[in-house]
C-alpha cells in the first residue's frame, strides 16, 4: 500500500511540476527517431537525408533550458533554385537560453549576420540580411558569392545593406528557409509560400513542401520560437489587445517604405554614401535602410524591435514577445521576426556542452487535451479526388498524428502520418475504386475522422 501511494505522489508531483514549467521548457518538439528529408532540382520525390530532425534533447535548470538540436525540420527541404550548392546538413549544436530573459536598459544591441534566434523545431533563425550591400566606391553590389568583399571585410555593415527577404525569394524552399553552408535557416514566418492569400513564388508547385505551421485567422499563432535574448516568438496572429482581449488579429510591423526617389540619407535625416537609384533592379525594399520606423500606439502594432508586451496563451500573466509579421496578403513584412535590435540582454545562446547538472525534459504522451484534439481542422482537398488527396493541418501540431484511408466496410486502405512540426500530408489514390472512404486522425489518445469521396469523373 505504501508503495502505491508513493506512486501517485510522485505522478500528481510529475503532472503539477510539468503544469508549472516554463514554456521555455516546454515548447521544443523532440525527436530521436524519425530523420529528415529534401529535394534535390529536377526530382519531386524527397530523399532521406538521415539526419534526425527536430530537437533530440531538452534539459533545464533553475534558470535555463538547454536544447540539443541537429537543426534540421521534419518537413522536406530544398530544392533552391538559385544555385546554392548547399543543403540542410547537422548543425549538432546546444543552445542555451535564460527562463527569465530581462529588457536591455541600455543601448539596444543590434541583430547580426547568422543566428539571432532558434525555432522551436530546432531550426536556425537569421534577421533580414544575406550579407551583401552597396559600395559607393564602384557602384556595385559587394560581399556575398560572386560579389567582392565590401569595405571593412566579411559581415562589415555598409549605409545599404541588401534585404535577403526580396533578393533571394528564388532560392528560398517552399517553407521560405534556405541553408548558409548547411545552417538550414529562416528568416521570416515559416509558413509555406503557397498558403500566402498572393502567392508570390510557384516553388511549391514544382516541389511541394510546408512549414512549421499555417496561419488561422481565428486562433492565437502558435510560440514558434525564442530569440537570443531570450525572449519568445510567435507567428502572424495575436489577440488585438494586449490584454488578451479583443478578438485575433495580424500583429502588424511598426516599419514602413520610406517615401523616397533617390537613395541619399536614412530615416532619421542623416546624409550617407549614395545608394543605386531605385528601379527594377533596385525597388524600394532592396535594402533594409529603406524601411522606416513609425511609433503607433495601437495595440496591434509592434514597436521597433518589432515586439510587444501582451497576454499569450502560454504566459497568461503577459510577456514580452516578438511576432512574425507579414501583410494583408500574409506575405514576409520586414523586419519579419526580430530587429532591428534586440528588446532584451543579447548573448550568444550556442554553448559547446552542458556542464551543470540539469534535470531532463520528458514530452508527455499527448500534448492535447481531447477538447483540443477534436478541435484541431483538418481540410482535405480536393474532395472529390481522382488521383492525389491532400490533408492540410490548420496551425501547428506538436503530436505525431496517424492518417488512415479506410473504405465503406471498414478495411485500412492505406496509412500515412502527419508530423509534429508540418503540416501537409497526401494520399495517392489513382488506384483506388471510386466511391466513399473516411479518413481517420489519431493521436497516442484520440481520434476524429472526415468523409472523403474517390471520383475520377
Same mark, same amino acid.
Not at 471498414?410 to 502527419?418: D, F, I, P
Given at each position: 500500500m505504501k508503495k502505491l501511494i508513493l506512486t501517485a505522489s510522485i505522478l500528481v508531483c510529475t503532472l503539477i511540476c510539468n503544469a508549472q514549467l516554463s514554456p521555455a521548457i516546454t515548447s521544443w518538439l523532440q525527436n530521436t527517431t524519425q530523420t529528415g528529408s529534401y529535394y534535390m532540382s529536377g526530382n519531386s520525390t524527397a530523399i532521406d537525408n538521415g539526419i534526425l530532425y527536430h530537437c533530440?534533447?531538452?534539459?533545464?535548470?533553475?534558470?535555463?533550458?538547454?536544447?540539443?538540436?541537429?537543426?534540421?525540420?521534419?518537413?522536406?527541404?530544398? +530544392?533552391?533554385?538559385?544555385?546554392?550548392?548547399?543543403? !540542410?546538413?547537422?548543425? $549538432?549544436?546546444?543552445?542555451?537560453?535564460?527562463? =527569465? +530573459?530581462?529588457?536591455?536598459?541600455?543601448?539596444?544591441?543590434?541583430?547580426?549576420?547568422?543566428?539571432?534566434? *532558434?525555432?522551436i523545431n530546432g531550426v536556425a533563425l537569421f534577421d533580414y540580411r544575406d550579407g551583401v550591400a552597396w559600395n559607393p566606391t564602384t557602384n556595385a553590389l559587394c560581399g556575398g558569392p560572386g560579389n567582392p568583399m565590401c569595405p571593412g571585410g566579411m559581415g562589415s555593415q555598409q549605409d545599404w545593406n541588401r534585404d535577403a527577404i526580396l533578393a533571394e525569394r528564388g532560392g528560398f524552399d517552399c517553407s521560405k528557409a534556405h541553408p548558409a553552408m548547411g545552417n538550414y535557416h529562416y528568416h521570416q514566418n515559416p509558413t509555406a509560400f503557397k498558403l500566402d492569400q498572393t502567392v508570390i513564388s510557384n516553388i511549391c508547385n514544382l516541389y511541394d513542401a510546408d512549414g512549421l505551421y499555417t496561419i488561422d485567422v481565428t486562433k492565437?499563432?502558435?510560440?514558434?520560437?525564442?530569440?537570443?535574448?531570450?525572449?519568445?516568438?510567435?507567428?502572424?496572429?495575436?489577440?488585438?489587445?494586449?490584454?488578451?482581449?479583443?478578438?485575433? @488579429?495580424?500583429?502588424?510591423?511598426?516599419?514602413?517604405?520610406?517615401?523616397?526617389?533617390? /537613395? @541619399?540619407?536614412?530615416?532619421?535625416?542623416?546624409?550617407?554614401?549614395?545608394?543605386?537609384?531605385?528601379?527594377?533592379?533596385?525597388?524600394?525594399?532592396?535594402? /533594409?535602410?529603406?524601411?522606416?520606423?513609425?511609433a503607433n500606439s495601437a495595440d496591434?502594432? %509592434? $514597436?521597433?524591435?518589432?515586439?510587444?508586451?501582451? *497576454?499569450?496563451?502560454?504566459? +497568461? =500573466?503577459?510577456?514580452?514577445?516578438?511576432?512574425?509579421?507579414v501583410d494583408a496578403n500574409w506575405n514576409s513584412a520586414y523586419p519579419y521576426a526580430v530587429g532591428p535590435t534586440f528588446y532584451g540582454?543579447? !548573448? =550568444?545562446?550556442?554553448?559547446?556542452?552542458?556542464?551543470?547538472?540539469?534535470?531532463?525534459?520528458?514530452?508527455?504522451?499527448?500534448? %492535447?487535451?481531447?477538447? #483540443?484534439?477534436?478541435?484541431?481542422?483538418?481540410?482535405?482537398?480536393?474532395?472529390? !479526388? !481522382?488521383?492525389?488527396?491532400?490533408?492540410?493541418?490548420?496551425?501547428?501540431?506538436? $503530436? $505525431?498524428?496517424?492518417?488512415n484511408l479506410i473504405d465503406v466496410s471498414?478495411?485500412? *486502405?492505406?496509412?500515412?502520418?502527419?508530423r509534429q512540426g508540418s503540416t501537409i500530408a497526401y494520399?495517392? *489514390?489513382?488506384?483506388?475504386?471510386?466511391?466513399?472512404?473516411?479518413?481517420?486522425?489519431?493521436?497516442?489518445?484520440?481520434?476524429?475522422?472526415?468523409?472523403?469521396?474517390?471520383?475520377? #469523373?
Open positions: 533530440q534533447k531538452v534539459e533545464y535548470t533553475a534558470n535555463d533550458v538547454y536544447v540539443s538540436t541537429n537543426g534540421i525540420p521534419a518537413h522536406p527541404t530544398g +530544392p533552391f533554385l538559385d544555385g546554392n550548392p548547399s543543403q !540542410a546538413t547537422s548543425q $549538432d549544436a546546444i543552445f542555451k537560453f535564460p527562463l =527569465n +530573459p530581462t529588457q536591455n536598459t541600455g543601448t539596444p544591441s543590434s541583430t547580426t549576420g547568422g543566428n539571432i534566434g *532558434v525555432f492565437h499563432s502558435p510560440l514558434i520560437g525564442f530569440a537570443y535574448d531570450g525572449f519568445p516568438i510567435y507567428g502572424a496572429y495575436g489577440f488585438a489587445n494586449v490584454d488578451g482581449t479583443g478578438g485575433i @488579429t495580424r500583429i502588424k510591423s511598426g516599419y514602413q517604405m520610406r517615401n523616397i526617389t533617390t /537613395r @541619399t540619407t536614412h530615416a532619421d535625416g542623416s546624409s550617407v554614401d549614395v545608394g543605386p537609384p531605385i528601379s527594377t533592379t533596385y525597388p524600394l525594399g532592396y535594402f /533594409r535602410e529603406d524601411y522606416e520606423f513609425i496591434d502594432y %509592434l $514597436d521597433e524591435h518589432n515586439g510587444r508586451f501582451s *497576454v499569450t496563451p502560454e504566459y +497568461p =500573466n503577459g510577456t514580452y514577445a516578438y511576432y512574425c509579421t540582454t543579447r !548573448a =550568444n545562446r550556442e554553448v559547446t556542452s552542458v556542464t551543470e547538472p540539469t534535470t531532463d525534459y520528458t514530452v508527455p504522451t499527448s500534448s %492535447l487535451s481531447e477538447m #483540443e484534439f477534436s478541435a484541431l481542422e483538418f481540410s482535405v482537398f480536393p474532395n472529390p !479526388a !481522382a488521383d492525389l488527396l491532400a490533408i492540410q493541418l490548420g496551425g501547428m501540431i506538436k $503530436d $505525431d498524428i496517424v492518417i471498414g478495411k485500412l *486502405v492505406a496509412s500515412t502520418h502527419l494520399f495517392e *489514390v489513382m488506384t483506388l475504386y471510386d466511391g466513399i472512404y473516411f479518413l481517420k486522425f489519431s493521436n497516442a489518445e484520440f481520434s476524429q475522422s472526415k468523409k472523403v469521396i474517390i471520383a475520377r #469523373e
